[in-house]
């Protein structure tokens, strides 16, 4: 692994990234023998850069918060030569980030990704998006429109609950079908949400022992009648494990490949991003991108 092309997004982290760049470039350069910098000046260029890039470098570094990843995702997982992944998190939550381990100061970072440790991760797919974190339609997308971008900065992660928080009072549910390879479902909710991920919103708070190397899909059907439920458990953010005494309104799965309709239709929110609507058939692609880890446990 000697070649590395660095795709920054400026505004990442109030752009002090940017004003650390000299010496992220430094520290990078101690580990690989090449280092190009790219700066992104607008959506959709990191993507660009990525398919510009496809079998010039060994490595492709996104540096930024989970839009930006979001997009360079997107572009290599798509390509027939994919090149490896790391992340220098730089945004908010930096859901995916977390669950591979890496440090949350973007110095750190650096040093975890010159050590060089890589793992072949899954990954979802939705119709044409990629994912790493979380698929979901219903309050988990109502959330994200409802984020205050002031509130975001100001608050970090608080603020993915205070919205939650608010559109739990205000949502009203709609008529879902799922089928799958598991487990099929026909009825009302407020929430479907699937993970990738452990972590949502910068907190292990839906799925926490879901693991990006066990080849299947965590799947949580919300009901109308759970809501107070969801909101107290999503509160404490310090349970290990779905609740076993979860009411029946909230019902949990494991699953590889998902069809999804509903009624009316809503609007689907892929890692934060909200681009497309139901009806869709999302499933999972084993160890489909070699990702450098930092803290990580893999599942040999």
């Not at 930096?94 to 890589?118: C, H, Y």
């Not at 066990?214 to 779905?242: A, C, N, P, R, Y």
């Amino acid at each position: 692994m000697k070649k590395v092309a660095l795709i920054l997004n400026p505004n990442a982290g109030k752009r002090k990234m940017v004003e650390s760049i000299d010496e992220i470039k430094e520290k990078l350069q101690e580990g690989f023998e090449e280092v190009e910098v790219m700066v992104t000046k607008e959506k959709g260029d990191g993507a660009k850069l990525v398919s510009d890039l496809e079998g010039k470098v060994d490595l492709i570094i996104g540096a930024g918060g989970d839009g930006t990843i979001y997009e360079l995702i997107n572009a290599i997982c798509s390509l027939k030569d994919r090149p490896a992944f790391a992340i220098i998190p730089g945004g908010t939550c930096n859901d995916f980030s977390r669950t591979i381990g890496m440090k949350q100061n973007p110095l750190l970072a650096v040093e975890q990704i010159v050590e060089k440790r890589m793992e072949q991760v899954d990954v979802g797919k939705c119709d044409k998006q990629y994912f790493l974190n979380f698929w979901g339609i219903g309050l988990i997308s109502k959330v994200s429109d409802n984020m205050d971008t002031q509130n975001k900065q100001l608050l970090g992660k608080l603020s993915y609950y205070i919205s939650a928080g608010q559109m739990i009072m205000e949502s009203e549910p709609f008529q879902l079908k799922v089928k799958s390879d598991t487990t099929d479902y026909d009825g009302p909710a407020m929430m479907f949400l699937i993970g990738n991920g452990s972590y949502v919103g910068g907190f292990q708070s839906f799925f926490p022992e879901s693991h990006v190397q066990d080849g299947v899909l965590d799947v949580l059907i919300v009901k109308q009648t759970s809501l107070t439920h969801l909101w107290t458990w999503m509160q404490s953010k310090i349970q290990q494990q779905f609740p076993a005494e979860a009411d029946e309104s909230l019902i949990y799965f494991q699953a590889r490949e998902i069809e999804i309709e509903a009624t009316p239709k809503q609007e689907i929110d892929c890692d934060g991003e909200c681009n497309f609507s139901t009806p869709s058939n999302i499933k999972i692609l084993p160890k489909h991108l070699k990702v450098l880890v930092g803290d990580f446990e893999s599942i040999k």
